[in-house]
C-alpha cells in the first residue's frame, strides 16, 4: 500500500486497444488475429468468439486512418460531456471497427457522410483522483 | 413436450410507483393474473420472476408478499428480455412435463433514471470520449445503418411513432396516452439523431405476469385458453463489427426463423405482433427482421398503413403519411403492430416488458382489448431484444 501512495501518476490508455507511445503522435490502435480462424479483434484477446480457439493470437497494429460506416449525434448527455457531439463507428483501412467521436467538425447532419474519410489522433481526456491521466483516440475529417 | 397455455394474465399501469417497492408491483399483477385465471396461489407450483435490478431474491420477496407457500423460485436477468425469458422458462417447465401449473412474473422499478447506460466514473468512463455507448446511440446508429443502405428517411422512423402514440389512445395501462403528428414527433427535442424525445420509449416502473399450465389442466379453468405456439430465445452470433455496434438484427430474424418452423405459422398469418419499438427506429428494422415485409421495405410498410389498427391510416394522419407512401407497394403481412402502443408510450420497466407484451396479445386473442381491439385475432406475435444481446419470440394462437 506504502509503494502504491509512492507512485508517481501515470499516463494510461483508456481504452486497452489503445497503444500508448513516448508522445501522442506515437499512438496506435492494437488488434489481435486469431491464428487459426484468422479473425481480426480490435484489442487483446485471450480466446476466439468465433472459433474457440484458446489462441494463440497475433498482436497487429491497426490502421490510423478509416472510414465512416455509420454516425449519430449525441444531444442528450452524461453530465461531465459536452453535447452534443458525432458518435460514429469507423472501419479502418485493413480491417477492424471502432466505436469513436469525431470531432473538427461542428455536430450537424449536413456535415457527415457514410463513408466519409477519417483520421485517429490521440487527447489527454480525464485525470483521475490520484492524478493519473488518461489518453482517448478520436477521429478527424482526414 | 406436450402443449402449454396461457390461462391467466394481467399487468399494472405502467407509469412511476414511487411509494411501492419492485414486490409489491409484480404482487400485484401476480394476484391480478390468478384472479384472471380462477387460480389460486396453491395451484401455483413453480415461480418464474424477471427482474433487472433485484435479481437477488427477487421472486422470493414477490412472494413474501403474494403467497409464501415455499415452491421452488427461479429468478431471471436477461437484459430487456428478462420478462420474456422467465415467461419462456414457465413454458418449458410445462412443457417438459415438471409442473401442470407455474406462474411467470416480471417486474421492474427503474424511477427517473434517466438514460439506460449514461452512468460511469468521470475519470474513466467512456461515453463521449470514445464514441458513445448508451442506448440512444446504439438505436440512433442502427437506424443509419438502415438509411445508408435503403435511404430511409427520419420520417419514416417518425411515423412508427405517430402510429404507436395513436394506438396508445385507446390502451389505458400505457405509461403516456398521448397523440403526436408528424411535426411534433419530427421537431421534438432531438436525443440521438435521428430519434428525438418522442422516438424514444421511457423509463418507468410497472409488473405483469402470467398463469401458463398444461392444455389438459387450462380446460379446467377456462374455455378461451390461448396456446403458446412458439418459445424461442437467441443470443447474438457472431458478426463483423457486432463487438463494435451491437447487432440487433440477425439474432431476431435467427429467433424469427425458429418461431415461424415452431408453429407453423408465417409472418402472413399473424394478426398482430409486439415488437421491441424501444426506439423508432428499431420498430422498422424489426418489421423486416421478422418478415412482415422484405428488407428495404420498412418505409413504406409504415406508410402503406397495414401496422395501424384496422389496417390503414386514420383520415387525421392521411396528410402525415402521403409523401411518404407508395400506392403500389402490396404489404406481406397485415400483422397490427404495438396496438398496445408499444414501448414507445406504454413505457418499458424492462423486466415487466417481456410479459406485458404477451398479456397485450391475449387480450386481443381473447377479444378483451377494449377500443384497440384488432378485429377477429387468431394469431399473435410478441418480440423482445436486450443488448448485448438476447432475443425472444413467443407466438400465441386460439
Redesign the interface.
Known amino acids: 500500500m506504502a509503494e502504491k501512495a509512492a507512485t508517481a501518476p501515470e499516463t494510461r490508455p ?2 486497452p486497444h489503445l497503444t500508448l507511445g513516448e508522445t501522442r503522435e506515437q499512438d496506435y490502435l492494437n488488434g489481435s488475429r486469431c491464428k487459426n480462424c484468422n ?1 481480426l ?2 484489442g487483446p484477446r485471450l480466446f476466439c ?2 472459433c474457440s480457439a484458446q489462441g494463440p493470437f497475433e498482436s497487429v497494429r491497426l490502421a490510423s486512418e478509416g472510414e465512416v ?10 453530465p ?6 458525432i ?3 469507423i ?1 479502418l483501412k485493413g480491417g477492424g ?5 469525431i470531432v473538427g467538425i461542428d455536430p450537424l ?1 449536413e456535415n457527415l457522410k ?1 463513408g466519409m474519410k477519417v483520421k485517429m489522433f490521440t487527447e489527454k ?5 490520484e492524478g ?1 491521466s ?1 489518453v ?2 478520436r477521429f478527424k475529417p482526414a | 413436450m406436450r402443449e402449454v397455455a396461457i390461462v391467466g394474465v394481467s399487468m399494472i399501469k405502467f407509469g412511476r410507483y414511487p411509494d411501492r417497492d419492485f414486490s409489491q408491483l409484480a404482487a400485484q399483477a401476480g394476484l391480478d393474473a390468478l384472479k384472471d385465471a380462477g387460480a389460486q396461489m396453491k395451484d401455483i407450483q413453480a415461480l418464474y420472476s424477471g427482474n433487472l435490478y433485484a435479481t437477488s431474491g427477487s421472486g422470493q420477496r414477490v412472494l413474501q408478499q403474494m403467497g409464501q407457500t415455499g415452491i421452488p423460485v427461479v429468478n431471471v436477468a436477461n437484459a430487456c428480455a428478462t420478462g420474456s425469458t422467465a415467461l419462456r422458462e414457465a413454458f418449458f417447465a410445462v412443457a417438459s412435463g415438471a409442473y401442470d401449473m407455474v406462474m411467470a412474473v416480471g417486474s421492474e422499478q427503474m424511477g427517473k433514471q434517466g ?1 439506460l447506460g ?17 442506448m ?2 446504439v438505436f ?2 442502427a437506424g ?2 438502415h438509411a ?1 443502405e435503403y435511404g430511409t428517411q427520419t420520417e419514416h422512423f417518425a411515423l412508427a411513432s405517430v402510429k404507436n402514440h395513436w394506438h396508445s389512445t385507446m390502451n389505458p395501462l400505457a405509461q403516456y396516452q398521448k397523440e403526436s403528428p408528424l411535426d411534433e414527433v419530427m421537431n421534438a ?6 430519434n428525438t424525445l418522442l422516438m424514444c420509449c421511457p423509463t418507468g416502473d410497472g409488473a405483469a405476469a402470467a398463469v401458463v399450465c398444461s392444455m389438459e389442466k387450462a380446460r379446467q379453468f377456462t374455455t378461451q385458453p390461448i396456446k403458446i405456439a412458439a418459445s424461442v430465445l437467441t443470443s447474438d452470433p ?1 458478426v ?2 457486432g ?3 451491437p447487432d440487433i438484427n440477425t439474432l431476431t430474424r435467427n429467433a424469427a426463423k425458429i418461431a415461424y418452423e415452431q408453429s407453423g405459422i408465417g409472418p402472413e398469418d399473424l394478426s398482430q405482433v409486439e415488437l421491441h419499438d424501444c426506439f423508432a427506429t428499431a420498430e422498422l428494422l424489426h418489421y423486416e427482421n421478422l418478415g412482415l415485409c422484405g428488407d428495404g421495405e420498412a418505409g413504406k410498410h409504415v406508410a402503406s398503413g397495414a401496422p395501424w389498427i384496422g389496417n390503414k391510416v386514420p383520415a387525421k394522419y392521411q396528410e402525415d403519411v402521403e409523401p411518404f407512401a407508395d400506392k403500389t407497394y402490396k404489404p406481406k403481412s397485415k400483422a397490427v403492430v404495438n396496438a398496445s402502443g408499444g414501448l414507445l408510450s406504454k413505457g418499458h420497466p424492462l423486466g415487466a416488458t417481456g410479459v406485458a407484451n404477451v398479456a397485450e396479445i391475449v387480450w386481443h386473442l381473447r377479444g378483451q382489448a377494449g377500443d384497440r381491439q384488432v378485429e377477429n385475432s387468431k394469431a399473435g406475435l410478441a418480440h423482445v431484444i436486450g443488448l448485448c444481446s438476447a432475443c425472444t419470440i413467443h407466438i400465441l394462437t386460439k
Do not use: C
Not at chain 1, 80 to 85: D, S
Not at chain 1, 97 to 101: A, I, P, R
Not at chain 2, 118 to 134: I, W
Open positions: 483508456l481504452v479473425t479483434y480490435v468468439g468465433k460506416h455509420v454516425w449519430t449525434i449525441i444531444h442528450q448527455a452524461t461531465y460531456v459536452q453535447a452534443p457531439y458518435a460514429a463507428i472501419d471497427s471502432v466505436n469513436t467521436n447532419p457514410f481526456v480525464s485525470e483521475d483522483r493519473n488518461y482517448a483516440y | 438514460l449514461s452512468r460511469g466514473d468521470p475519470a474513466t468512463s467512456l461515453e463521449g470520449r470514445v464514441g458513445s455507448y448508451m440512444p446511440a440512433g446508429m443509419m445503418e445508408r427535442r432531438m436525443i440521438a439523431y435521428p457472431f463483423d463489427r463487438l463494435t455496434l
